[in-house]
């Protein structure tokens, strides 16, 4: 027979006849404080907005790029193998001389996640040999129709950043892919621009990379210093 806990403790006192009387009362306590009180009604997302997450939410996940432009997903498919879920679906591309989106062989053709087994857990970003999945503190996600919640890779590609150069383009000149996983590639190069501008000339991403590669090429040749004030002409 099951003992009870009460008489298991020799210095605790059995209840009298009130206290037997008072305690289910009292375990109602909250619900009778909060019985009569006004509801509060957050009307989301047509009124108001939710507070930022931690920045080490599990949101939206995101491909990122190099500081080139080049994709980091190599298609590797790591990411597909650690989801316990199995909602990631990558299908690897090789990269050619004309069509270079990442470093190396191999670049992420297609890549989709499934928001609807996604369980957020983080296991594919640990998996990613060149940190190229990363997730975001995006949480909107809410959707009326299945196919939305299916995102490809045009919809979780980083943006292009100010100075980046759209893939696909040739690796820099001289490096390998060991390069961008140190993190060696901090920008466009010349090189990279003019294969751009020959194959792409209307690329909008253009402008802002050659500006960027004719910066990095003076930073790094070293620029003629300026004269001093008072120095003539």
Known sequence: MRENKQNLDPSRKPKGFLGAGVAPWAGFGVTLRTFFAKPVTEQYPFKGKYPDPYPRYHGRHQLNRYPDGLEKCIGCELCAWACPADAIFVEAGANTPDEQYSPGE????????????????????EACPTRALTMTTFYELAST??????????????PIEEGMLAAPHPMAEGSADDDYYAGAITAPTAAQVSWVEQNRPGEPTLPGARAVAVADELATSGSPAAPAKGDAA
Request: hydrophobic letters at 40%.
């Open 106 to 125: 191999r670049y992420g053709r297609v890549y989709q996640i499934n928001y609807l087994r996604c369980i957020f857990c983080g296991l594919c970003i």
């Open 145 to 158: 129709q299945r196919a939305d919640m299916i995102y490809t890779k045009d919809e979780l590609l980083a």
